[in-house]
């Protein structure tokens, strides 16, 4: 397992980030998606696989994140490999290439997120199949190196259900063996986590959590730092 840096959040995944499989975080925008995806790889140990496709990955809140924990910041970032596909074929490019960059050092995996460049596609259906190739690659690098593989995921509307459902629902959670919804609340940094699949976990737990400097932290937790 791979700690979140919640106690929460750990309990609520039945100890962390299970390694082997895919787990899907998804939500709407701001609701702490990256912030938590950075964490896991901030505490994580080994190096991180990060495919950014939005944009969102930022080295000064990693850098901000780590100082606020009393981590080396020289040496988080250094644990950290950056990819940056600019469509969704580069995407594939990058996921595929990674059977050659990922060995035994690294301890996961991010692409945040792996439906951005596939929203814009305009023959969405065709693709499907090909972000479905993405998901089986990053499960075979997950089973081969005892991997976390965080796939994060945006949301859209579906009036038939008059509500938000995460995009290419069906290819995502037939991979992807855990699934972690996040929401706002209405106080500011407040956010809650919603248990929606596990391998070994009840679903619809529900946790409380806070985004501060130094990133992901339970309700009522107060530090010095």
């Known amino acids: 397992m791979l700690t979140t840096g919640s106690k929460g959040l750990d ?4 100890g962390g980030i299970e390694r082997g499989v895919l787990t899907q975080i998804y939500g709407i925008f701001a609701s702490g998606k990256t912030t938590l995806a950075m964490q896991v ?14 944009g969102g990955f930022s080295p000064e809140r990693l850098e901000q994140m780590a100082i606020a924990r009393g981590i080396s ?5 250094s644990r950290f490999i950056l990819f940056e596909p600019s469509d969704f074929r580069e995407q594939r490019r990058m996921i595929a290439g990674l059977k050659k960059i990922v060995n035994e050092k690294f301890s996961l995996i991010v ?7 596939y929203r814009v596609e305009e023959k969405k259906h065709e693709m499907l199949s090909e972000l479905s190739k993405q998901l089986q690659v990053l499960l075979w690098l997950a089973r081969k190196y005892n991997l976390g593989i965080i796939v994060v995921n945006q949301v859209y509307f579906d009036p038939t259900h008059n509500a938000l459902k995460p995009i290419a ?8 063996k855990d699934i972690l919804r996040l929401e706002k609340l ?3 940094f407040y956010r809650i986590a919603v248990l ?4 070994f976990k009840p679903e619809g737990g529900i946790v409380h959590f806070r ?5 992901i932290e339970d309700v009522g937790v107060n530090h010095s730092v």
Do not use: Q, W
């Open 11 to 14: 309990e609520l995944l039945g």
């Open 41 to 54: 790889g901030l505490l994580s140990g080994g190096k991180v696989a990060y495919i950014d496709t939005e």
């Open 73 to 77: 910041s020289e040496e988080v970032l």
């Open 111 to 117: 692409v945040d997120s792996i439906t951005a460049h």
């Open 169 to 176: 629902e069906h290819t995502l959670g037939y991979k992807c």
């Open 186 to 188: 209405p106080k500011p």
């Open 196 to 199: 929606e699949r596990h391998r």
């Open 211 to 215: 985004i501060t400097d130094r990133g």
